[in-house]
């Protein structure tokens, strides 16, 4: 049974988009503004994509088996979306249907028939499916070998307010310890890892907690930039900021959404309006609060630990991390 081979199926929609980006960098924000743009189905968590990919880099799961599965995930994703099946109903989830564009068109699908049909309708319609992912751009590669051929958007974040909330939402705890922390975990001596402890250049030493979101953030960061600065990697993909996501929405989602072939609108505005952000330039954060949250980390960890924090942030500030920004 060595011999078998999977075969990928073929994908009904084409206009699959992976909104991505390390932990605590600001996807869902982004998700939930880009789901506004026209021909836009509600965004999803692409919660598959971080358990698989990881799985194939580590060589625990074969290539084919890895584009078959995610193929079939992604059909019965756009196909049960149309029929309303699997939505999230929550009223308070930035993924729940009521926070969507349009959330009578999920109402209504709750009528339509388990048939042909809407087979016929998506191919029809090709409606864009924006997808939420985390740390993808660390295996970039994989995906790019896997000829999956989508869309990316990937986020960045300054480091430091990235260290802050990794820190503020206690993941330098939870990592391997809370079951509702959902991160693709290995065993190793009896003990529980983030599977990210495993590439290498992590430091595996005794650290506490802020120090382990140090680690962990400069070791993704430094993973990602490389994927992402790889003109054969990145063809499909754009890179955008938190700080200019947040100082100028409405030019930043314009940009976006001429990358991926769509447009804005009036819902775009609402969305905008509705997490709080302004349509004017203007400032991300006071350079008050920012020191605030270097003075934090910097009593928390080592001089060591601090310090490349540090050189990371001053890079990040120089030009983001030398990355080019359409």
């Known amino acids: 049974m060595n011999n078998i081979e999977y075969s990928p199926s073929s994908r009904l929609s084409k206009n699959i988009i992976l909104i991505d980006g390390i932990t605590r960098t600001g996807k869902l924000l982004l998700g939930s503004l880009v789901s506004s743009f026209d021909r836009m189905e509600h ?53 729940g249907i009521d926070n969507s564009k349009n959330p009578q068109i999920y ?3 709750l009528n339509e028939q388990d048939n042909d049909k809407i087979i016929k309708l998506i191919k029809k319609q090709k409606n864009f499916l924006p997808l939420v992912t985390h740390e993808i751009a660390v295996n970039l590669d994989v995906l790019i070998k896997m000829k999956m051929n989508f869309k990316i958007i990937e986020i960045i974040r ?103 072939g769509t ?17 004017k330039k203007n400032i991300f954060q006071s350079q008050f609060k920012f020191n605030k949250k270097i003075n934090l980390i910097k009593t928390l960890c080592s001089k060591r630990v601090f310090e490349k924090l540090m050189i990371l942030n001053k890079e990040y500030d120089k030009n983001f991390y030398k990355l080019k920004l359409k």
């Open 43 to 95: 965004l999803e968590f692409g919660e598959n994509f971080e358990f698989i990919i990881p799985a194939i880099k580590f060589k625990k799961v074969e290539m084919n088996f890895g584009q078959s599965y995610l193929n079939n995930y992604l059909n019965m994703l756009i196909y049960n979306k149309y029929i309303s099946r699997n939505v999230n109903f929550r009223p308070n989830d930035r993924t």
């Open 158 to 260: 300054n480091p430091v307010d990235t260290v802050y909330s990794w820190y503020k939402r206690g993941l330098g705890v939870r990592l391997g310890n809370d079951p509702r922390e959902f991160t693709l975990l290995i065993k190793k001596n009896k003990k529980t890892y983030p599977w990210y402890n495993f590439l290498d250049g992590y430091t595996q030493k005794k650290q506490n907690a802020c120090e382990k979101c140090v680690e962990h953030v400069l070791n993704l960061n430094k993973h990602a930039t490389l994927n992402l600065k790889n003109k054969h990697l990145n063809k499909n993909t754009l890179i955008t900021t938190y700080e200019d996501l947040t100082s100028e929405p409405l030019k930043e989602l314009n940009k976006i959404a001429k990358f991926l």
């Open 263 to 279: 447009k804005t609108n009036k819902k775009t505005i609402e969305f905008i309006k509705r997490e709080k952000l302004s349509l």
């Open 107 to 109: 109402y209504d699908r």
